[in-house]
């Protein structure tokens, strides 16, 4: 396995964890729903992951690029503080660099 | 075939059955005010039962209807737009088996209706608006983080159902009910997520045109639309018109859920609208409540090629909180003149209300066509953006950009 599928691998089985933990109802994402391409930077896997445990990733490229470095910090801290995304600090602060490096202003 | 080849085939001639107006709605028309990234992302796409609209999220869905459909004034069902704001939505929801629960501590009589139980109060049908709160988001400027919608987060139809206040009466509203508490079968994927829940002022649930609709255009309402049954709250912002109706709570204290305290809140006093939800107001903000006068040109399209030396047929749609709409003017010089337009069928004062006037491009060159419209209160569009920080109520004059030859 290459270090990226198992980095990807990992991620997938942290996240399931996690859902196991915290009790995620469902995740009613549909058959059909398109993989959409993030850039790939460092962080990407915990973007599609971690974001992407509830909503389409679509929502990132959607608002780029203007979000400037704090809007995309206050994104995350709204995830986490108002719809309780479980993701550790370091991987809140990994995401937040990805997204300003990749998609912000 | 993956389905972006699908729908180009689509394109190809697909939809030849079509009208000749609608045909156009398999190109993807976005405005170049969107950003990079809305125009690199959005597509046409079909969810079940519906046309291809403009998808600007898979999960939630949220898919705005093509520019095409609002050249008339009501919204076909398969291409009303779609709205969710977490994703664990039903696939399916068994009509037979859907309830509504009535509760509350100032509910007299709690208890639950069936489909039929409900379709036993007096039906009522009328024709009203739904548009998003934040339907024109992406044409903020400076940007506004969000779903990026361009102008088709919107849609007229003509909604059969029951008055909100018929079933109240019979559960029995005691007399210390502050707000009516609205939920829907729709949630989140994590528990931790707050459940969309909403909430009216008790006063608003009391107004004889707000209905339980379980009919949309003649039929029942699309899955995706809030089947079987969801709240119609004419003039208002569709953030209050819960989809998949399961719950109403009538409660004696203002409902303090995220989807009401934090969300769906503009700054106080900025707007020029009427009704006020006192019992969610704080000293700087307030409850989004009724639409602003608005206006869309339908006609001529973004970038189309006109005759210069001769007059153009301009058309589109106005519509505002319920008030009615007075007037539509526009203009060929930047708003130096305007000319009033001609009003289309008053379909009832909730309504798209359609509208056309021949306009002369006097020169050659590249044009732009401005429309705004003025209601029954003498509200009118303005040309700068009341900035608010979550992109609500864009209802700049409409500008159309053309070339003369």
């Given at each position: 396995m290459s270090p990226a599928r198992l980095r990807r691998a990992l991620t997938a089985a942290a996240i399931l964890g996690i859902a196991a933990i915290l009790g995620i109802a469902a995740v009613a994402a549909r058959a059909?729903?398109?993989?959409?391409?993030?850039?790939?930077?460092?962080?990407?896997?915990?973007?599609?992951?971690?974001?992407?445990?509830?909503?389409?990733?679509?929502?990132?490229?959607?608002?780029?690029?203007?979000?400037?470095?704090?809007?995309?910090?206050?994104?995350?801290?709204?995830?986490?503080?108002a719809f309780g995304a479980p993701i550790e600090p370091a991987d809140a602060k990994t995401i937040t660099e990805y997204l300003i490096k990749n998609y912000g202003s | 075939m993956d389905r972006r080849t699908f729908l180009a085939g689509i394109g190809a001639g697909g939809l030849a059955g079509l009208p000749l107006a609608l045909?156009?709605?398999?190109?993807?028309?976005?405005?170049?005010?969107?950003?990079?990234?809305?125009?690199?992302e959005a597509v046409l796409d079909a969810l079940p039962g519906k046309r291809p609209l403009i998808k600007l999220s898979y999960r939630p869905p949220n898919y705005e209807t093509p520019l095409a459909y609002f050249a008339e004034p009501i919204t076909p069902n398969d291409a009303f737009f779609v709205r969710y704001h977490l994703a664990r939505i039903p696939e399916t929801i068994d009509a037979q088996t859907w309830r509504l629960k009535l509760g509350g501590d100032a509910i007299e009589t709690p208890g639950e209706l069936s489909l039929d139980d409900l379709k036993r109060f007096e039906q009522v049908e009328l024709t009203a608006v739904c548009q998003c709160s934040g339907n024109?988001?992406?044409?903020?400027?400076?940007?506004?983080?969000?779903?990026?919608?361009?102008?088709?987060?919107?849609?007229?139809?003509?909604?059969?159902?029951?008055?909100?206040?018929?079933?109240?009466?019979?559960?029995?509203?005691?007399?210390?009910?502050?707000?009516?508490?609205?939920?829907?079968?729709?949630?989140?994927?994590?528990?931790?997520?707050?459940?969309?829940?909403?909430?009216?002022?008790i006063w608003k649930a009391l107004d004889e045109n707000v209905l339980i609709a379980f009919e949309m255009n003649g039929a029942p309402l699309p899955h995706f639309n809030g089947f079987p049954a969801r709240l119609v709250v004419p003039g208002w912002t569709g953030t209050y018109w819960m989809k998949h109706l399961t719950r109403l709570d009538a409660v004696s204290k203002p409902f303090d859920g995220f989807w009401m305290k934090s969300a769906y809140r503009i700054p106080k006093g900025r707007f020029p609208v009427v009704d006020r939800f006192l019992s969610q107001e704080t000293a700087d903000n307030t409850p989004i409540t009724e639409m602003v006068?608005?206006?869309?040109?339908?006609?001529?399209?973004?970038?189309?090629?006109?005759?210069?030396?001769?007059?153009?047929?301009?058309?589109?749609?106005?519509?505002?909180?319920?008030?009615?709409?007075?007037?539509?003017?526009?203009?060929?010089?930047?708003?130096?003149?305007?000319?009033?337009?001609?009003?289309?069928?008053?379909?009832?004062?909730?309504?798209?209300?359609?509208?056309?006037?021949?306009?002369?491009?006097?020169?050659?060159?590249?044009?732009?066509?401005?429309?705004?419209?003025?209601?029954?209160?003498?509200?009118?569009?303005?040309?700068?953006?009341?900035p608010n920080p979550a992109g609500y109520h864009h209802n700049l004059v409409a500008r159309v950009a053309v070339t003369a030859s």
């Open positions: 059909e729903e398109p993989p959409i391409a993030l850039k790939d930077a460092p962080g990407h896997e915990l973007v599609e992951g971690l974001c992407g445990a509830c909503h389409s990733v679509d929502y990132i490229q959607m608002n780029a690029p203007f979000p400037s470095a704090a809007t995309w910090d206050a994104e995350v801290k709204k995830m986490i503080n | 045909r156009a709605a398999d190109r993807l028309v976005l405005s170049d005010e969107l950003s990079a990234g809305t125009r690199a024109r988001r992406g044409l903020f400027n400076p940007h506004v983080p969000g779903v990026q919608w361009g102008v088709g987060a919107m849609g007229c139809a003509r909604w059969k159902g029951v008055r909100l206040k018929d079933v109240l009466a019979k559960a029995g509203l005691r007399k210390e009910a502050v707000e009516l508490v609205l939920d829907g079968a729709d949630g989140a994927v994590l528990e931790k997520t707050p459940d969309f829940v909403k909430s009216l002022p006068v608005n206006t869309l040109i339908t006609s001529p399209l973004p970038g189309q090629k006109l005759a210069a030396r001769q007059p153009t047929t301009v058309s589109g749609i106005a519509w505002d909180g319920g008030y009615g709409i007075q007037s539509v003017e526009v203009s060929s010089d930047d708003g130096a003149s305007w000319q009033k337009a001609t009003l289309g069928p008053d379909v009832g004062r909730f309504a798209f209300r359609s509208w056309s006037a021949r306009l002369p491009l006097a020169k050659p060159g590249a044009r732009v066509i401005l429309a705004k419209a003025t209601n029954r209160l003498g509200a009118s569009q303005p040309r700068e953006l009341i």
